[in-house]
C-alpha cells in the first residue's frame, strides 16, 4: 500500500509557505522525504521516526503524527531552488513512495 | 558525498530483446534496490536485496526480470524479453548499514522499447 499525498499540485511565490502531506492507512513507524527535480534522481530530504518529532532541512521541516498515521511538510519563506516533487515514503526494506506532491516556486 | 553510478544513461532496445542495467552501489553499503519511474508518474519500488539475496519484490518483479552482484560491487537488473511497458527510468539505490537510513539514489538508466 502507497501513501497518499496531498495537495497534488501547489503554486507559490518566492518567500510563500505551503504545507504538503503524506498519509497512511496503516500503522507507520517511520517516513522518508525525497525531492525530485525534473529529470533527476530523488534526493533525500529527511526520515521522521516515531515519537512525534520534528525535523528540518534548511528552511524546510516536517512532522510525523504516528497516531494519525500522516506526516507534513513545511516548506517556509519558499525559494526558487524549492521547486520540485516531493515524495514521502515508508516501508522497511520496500520504502514505498506516494504519487508525490508537485510544488513550483515562482518569482 | 559517495555516489550510486548507474549505467547506461539511456538504452534503446526493441521489444523481446534481454537488457541488463548496471548499477554500482556505495561500496560500504549493503541494501540495495531497483525502482522505476514512468515519465510523469511516480517512483515505483520494484525490488531490495540484502546479503547477496532478494529481500522483497513488488508484484511488478516478475519472472522477466532478475537481479545480481556477481562481483561484489557491481549490482544489475536483468529484464529478459522487454515490453513496451517496461520503457521507463531505472533508479538504482543503495543504503548503508540499517534500516530506516537514507537512500542514495543513481542518476537513473533511461529504457526506451520499441
Known amino acids: 500500500q502507497q501513501p497518499v499525498q496531498s495537495p497534488q499540485a501547489v503554486i507559490l511565490r518566492e518567500g510563500e509557505d505551503a504545507v504538503i502531506n503524506c498519509s497512511s492507512s496503516?500503522?507507520?513507524?517511520?517516513v522518508h522525504w525525497y525531492r525530485q527535480k525534473h529529470g533527476e534522481a530523488p534526493v533525500f530530504l529527511m526520515i521522521?521516526?516515531?515519537?512525534?518529532e520534528q525535523k528540518g532541512h534548511d528552511k524546510i521541516s516536517a512532522s510525523f503524527n504516528e497516531k494519525k498515521q500522516q506526516s507534513s511538510l513545511y516548506l517556509t519563506a519558499s525559494q526558487l531552488s524549492y521547486s520540485g516533487t516531493y515524495f514521502c515514503?515508508?516501508?522497511?526494506?520496500?520504502?514505498?513512495f506516494g504519487k508525490g506532491n508537485q510544488v513550483v516556486v515562482i518569482p | 558525498e559517495p555516489e550510486v553510478t548507474q549505467t547506461p544513461s539511456h538504452q534503446v532496445t526493441q521489444m523481446g530483446q534481454e537488457v541488463i542495467l548496471r548499477c554500482v552501489p556505495i561500496s560500504n553499503h549493503l541494501y540495495f534496490y531497483w525502482y522505476r519511474q514512468i515519465l510523469g508518474q511516480k517512483v515505483e519500488f520494484l525490488v531490495s536485496?540484502?546479503?547477496?539475496?532478494?529481500?522483497?519484490k513488488s508484484e511488478i518483479f516478475d519472472d522477466q526480470f532478475s537481479v545480481e552482484r556477481p562481483d561484489g560491487s557491481n549490482f544489475t537488473l536483468k529484464i529478459r524479453s522487454t515490453k513496451l511497458e517496461d520503457s521507463a527510468m531505472y533508479f538504482c539505490a543503495s543504503e548503508g548499514q540499517g534500516t530506516n537510513e537514507k537512500l542514495f539514489f543513481g542518476s537513473g538508466t533511461q529504457l526506451s522499447v520499441l
Open positions: 515514503g515508508y516501508g522497511n526494506n520496500r520504502l514505498a
Open positions: 521522521l521516526l516515531k515519537g512525534g
Open positions: 496503516k500503522a507507520l513507524y517511520s
Open positions: 536485496f540484502y546479503n547477496n539475496e532478494i529481500s522483497e
